[in-house]
């Protein structure tokens, strides 16, 4: 079994800064990438960013330049730093992890996916931690 715990939630003012924790226990020998998603009230889940095992990285536009993601593999710990926090950055985050090798095919060629910002690509999740920033 799998578990993940996200830490590091809060209110902030407009401007400034958090760093979320997500501490990954159980059997990951077999992962693939692990990320950081959100999900405001009344809206969808969304990928924030994303590290795969080589440390390639994926930010969703919104966050790029102000978000960064990082893994300590010796704690076993994934990091999210969030500088410049906006109103719109408000919302529950999650952290997860991709177990097993993920593909995506197109027109009959498949490939091997490194790092993902896609719901349906992760198969463990955290609980979330809240994140409110106000002006």
């Known amino acids: 079994q799998v578990h993940l715990v996200e830490s590091g939630g809060g209110s902030v003012q407009a401007g400034g800064s958090l760093r979320l924790s997500c501490t990954v226990s159980?059997?990951?020998?077999?992962?693939?990438?692990l990320g950081w998603f959100r999900q405001a009230p009344g809206k969808e889940r969304e990928g924030v960013a994303s590290?795969?095992?080589?440390?390639?990285?994926t930010y969703t536009d919104s966050v790029k330049n102000r978000f960064t993601i990082a893994t300590d593999n010796a704690k076993n710990t994934l990091y999210l730093q969030m500088n410049s926090l906006t109103p719109e950055d408000i919302g529950m985050y999650y952290c997860a992890v991709r177990l097993g090798r993920a593909t995506r095919c197109s027109g009959g060629t498949c490939y091997t996916v490194w790092t993902s910002l896609l719901v349906d690509e992760y198969n463990y999740w955290g609980q979330g931690t809240q994140v409110t920033v106000s002006t």
């Open positions: 590290i795969g095992n080589n440390g390639d990285t």
């Open positions: 159980g059997d990951t020998y077999d992962r693939s990438f």
